[in-house]
């Protein structure tokens, strides 16, 4: 008798299924559960019922969205530095680890879980944040949930879930000079639509996924939400394998070996079903960026924005005139005419050390024409630039080189894009508001964003040259 | 939980697209607590201008006054799992949305507090936007047992998984379910981390 092939997501689900309910909803056993300052109202509903925190140790605090990435430790607002120290009460109260504002590991929940060893393949991962599909990068099952799940796995560290439906990109080809994984990403995203893989866990695959590092693939799982995906996965292979080598929270030894050969079985079986494929040619894809107010507003850098006047139907004329009068942008106009105000490296989706050389590498030698932030994705990152000297190359483009959280991401910690300003940045979110009140934001890579930088609009990096 | 049966209520067009949950409710409100009510929040920064004044947004309208129902455009509550969208809906009144699809998180995080997130095909989402505009009152009835919406002319079929239907039905609670199965959590756990030792941390 063979089994029937399975998909790595098969094998991820049936690996933690604790019962199967008749109506099809099973109850998950959850790994890691990540926390931050923002989990206060399930911690407020854990102790509304009176109950102990039911896995100390497999609960991770980390103080990221709401600190302040210029003057620490001081924090003026006082309903912020009330969510941060909320946040180091329960996890003292409750006795979980915390990477507290003061902890030199301390940085976006979605960058220190990989870089501390706690993301690895075959583990089922729990955050109150959408984007912790970023850690199925490792081939790990890794979902954002709400408070109230926050809430039930703090007390069972437990889920129930139903079964999402299996769908694969593959990406063939080699991408070409300075095309990012935020291109594949946003590529994909324009592709299928902002809910093209609504409902599904996403599996990239492909020779030019295989090709790509940890943190590329890190970038793309964390966009992998942006296409409505659940959750989205990369096979674990020996790029994984080598990445988790010496961090603080993996196995060593003889463990790790054990456990590395069983997440070499981890990958699709080759003939395993997908409920839906999309095929993306790598080759083709150039730099990326979006010009309106959903991820799926994106075009190539050669581009122009479009013409409510050409849309197929009235609801989506409705939709792309708001989207330009939001963006204050004319009909038609080309993507490389669009002057911008400020420039934002950071996020869980482009923040780590790949990222800011990137960035760097377009900037050495070079002044940008508006003011710009970087925000490493953790305190380690930031340590680690130094060591390479990528903060002077920052502070000599006249850019901040600020401290590590989701910082100018959300829009929710003092770092914030004013009212009708621009913003090239290459977070994750061009939704109206997200970087601020009336701000105006388009998404792009590091290396995008550090050549809108440096001639003040939209520009595509391979035209720039050298400094 | 609430259940959730039948609702006759005040429905309002959103007729919006791509709705995300930054707008649902601005990340700068959320730090808020609860106990004061979230319905202020609720798409502020489309329904208010900067001196907080009222921008006469089609949900602040007398025609929409007590507005239970809202019918909107593709992709609704895309974007973050923030539940205090959920909270800033529910406070604001609103117990049903009608669109022609879902944020997963947003979908899960409205049952899970009794907001259903009904879902219908794109035209007839034009067809009750289109009906909601030409009433006098505009007004629908959800019916979440015959999975119908009465109002605008003949009824229109939606759909919702199962499992989430019977749950808003009868107002059950995860967590009630969950411990009913404490003994066999307790022997998954035991034999999850003695067959894969990398379940646990190591420690740092
Ligand atoms: S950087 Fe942005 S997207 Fe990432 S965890 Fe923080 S707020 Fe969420």
């Given at each position: ?17 604790i ?20 989990s ?5 509903a ?38 941060v ?6 996890a ?9 504002l003061?902890d030199?590991?301390?940085?976006i ?24 599909s ?18 039930h ?13 299996r ?7 080699r ?7 935020k ?16 409902g ?9 996924i ?24 990369v ?7 080598a ?31 997908f ?39 009235a609801?989506?004329?409705?939709y792309?005139?708001?989207?330009l ?17 400020r ?22 030698g ?6 710009g ?16 000297g ?8 006249g ?41 105006r934001?388009?998404i ?7 050549a ?16 | ?8 209520a ?5 007729g919006?697209?791509n ?15 609860r106990?004061?009510?979230y ?10 201008d ?32 923030r ?6 809906l529910?406070?604001?009144?609103i117990r ?47 019916d ?6 009465g ?31 404490a003994?066999?959590?307790a022997?998954?756990?035991?034999r999850?981390?003695?067959?894969h030792?990398y379940?646990?941390?190591?420690q740092?």
């Amino acid at each position: 008798m063979t089994a029937k092939p399975r998909t790595l997501f098969d094998k991820l689900w049936d690996a933690h299924v604790i019962v199967t309910r008749e109506d099809g909803e099973a109850l998950l056993w959850i790994d890691r559960h990540f926390v931050h300052e923002g989990s206060h109202h399930a911690f407020r509903a854990l102790d509304g019922r009176g109950l102990p925190l039911a896995e100390p140790g497999l609960t991770f605090g980390i103080a990221d969205h709401y600190v302040p990435t210029r003057g620490r430790p001081h924090i003026p607002d006082p309903e912020i530095a009330g969510m941060v120290s909320r946040l180091a009460d329960n996890a003292g109260r409750h006795g979980f680890r915390l990477f507290g504002l003061d902890d030199p590991a301390q940085g976006i929940v979605h960058v220190v879980g990989p870089e501390q060893g706690l993301t690895l393949p075959g583990l089922t991962i729990v955050c109150g944040d959408s984007h912790t599909s970023t850690h199925g990068a490792f081939g790990a099952f890794a979902f954002g949930i709400g408070a109230s799940e926050v809430a039930h796995v703090l007390m069972t560290q437990t889920l129930w879930q139903r079964k999402p439906k299996r769908m694969r990109a593959w990406f063939d080809g080699r991408p070409g000079p300075h095309v990012a994984a935020k291109d594949l990403a946003l590529h994909l995203i324009r592709t299928i639509g902002a809910d093209g893989a609504r409902g599904h866990a996403l599996e990239y695959a492909g020779a030019a996924i295989a090709a790509l590092s940890m943190e590329s693939r890190l970038t793309l799982c964390n966009m992998g939400i942006e296409a409505g995906a659940r959750l989205a996965l990369v096979a674990p292979d020996e790029t994984t394998f080598a990445y988790l080598r010496g961090r603080p929270f993996a196995p060593e030894g003889a463990a790790l070996e054990a456990a590395i050969a069983e997440w070499r079985g981890l990958a699709s079986d080759p003939d395993a079903a997908f409920d839906r494929e999309v095929t993306i040619d790598a080759a083709a894809i150039a730099p990326t960026v979006t010009w309106g107010v959903s991820p799926e507003d994106a075009l190539p850098i050669d581009a122009a924005v479009p013409d409510p006047a050409a849309a197929g139907s009235a609801a989506r004329a409705d939709y792309l005139r708001a989207a330009l009068t939001y963006m204050g942008l004319a009909p038609g106009q080309r993507l490389e005419d669009i002057r911008i105000d400020r420039a934002f490296i950071g996020s869980c989706t482009n923040a780590r050390i790949e990222d800011l050389r990137a960035a760097a590498a377009v900037l050495r030698g070079r002044r940008a024409r508006v003011p710009g932030l970087v925000s490493p994705g953790s305190s380690l990152v930031r340590r680690q630039a130094e060591a390479e000297g990528l903060d002077r190359v920052f502070i000599e483009a006249g850019f901040v080189w600020g401290e590590s959280g989701c910082s100018m991401c959300v829009g929710m910690n003092g770092d914030t894009v004013g009212a009708g300003e621009r913003c090239a940045s290459t977070t994750n979110r061009n939704f109206r508001g997200r970087q601020g009140k009336d701000a105006r934001t388009h998404i792009m890579s590091p290396a995008m964003v550090a050549a809108a930088a440096v001639t003040g609009r939209l520009t595509d990096v391979r035209a720039l040259g050298e400094a | 939980m609430e259940p959730f049966t039948r609702l006759d209520a005040v429905a309002c067009p959103l007729g919006l697209a791509n709705v995300d949950t930054d707008q649902l409710i601005p990340a700068r409100f959320m730090s808020r607590p609860r106990a004061a009510g979230y319905g202020s929040f609720l798409l502020h920064d489309l329904r208010y201008d900067d001196a907080g004044a009222t921008r006469g947004f089609l949900l602040d309208t007398p025609r929409h006054a007590g507005a239970r129902i809202l019918v909107a455009r593709r992709n609704f509550g895309t974007g973050s799992s923030r539940e205090a969208a959920i909270y800033a809906l529910w406070d604001f009144g609103i117990r049903c949305v009608i669109a022609p699809s879902f944020g997963d998180i947003f979908a899960s995080n409205a049952v899970k507090n009794g907001l259903l997130p009904a879902q219908v095909t794109e035209e007839a989402a034009e067809t009750l936007i289109a009906a909601l505009e030409r009433m006098a009152a505009p007004r629908l009835a959800v019916d979440l047992v015959t999975m119908k919406i009465g109002g605008a002319g003949s009824d229109i079929g939606f759909t919702l998984d199962p499992v989430r239907r019977l749950q808003l039905l009868n107002g059950w609670d995860d967590l009630d379910l969950t411990r009913r199965h404490a003994a066999e959590i307790a022997a998954f756990r035991a034999r999850r981390l003695a067959a894969h030792p990398y379940a646990l941390p190591a420690q740092d």
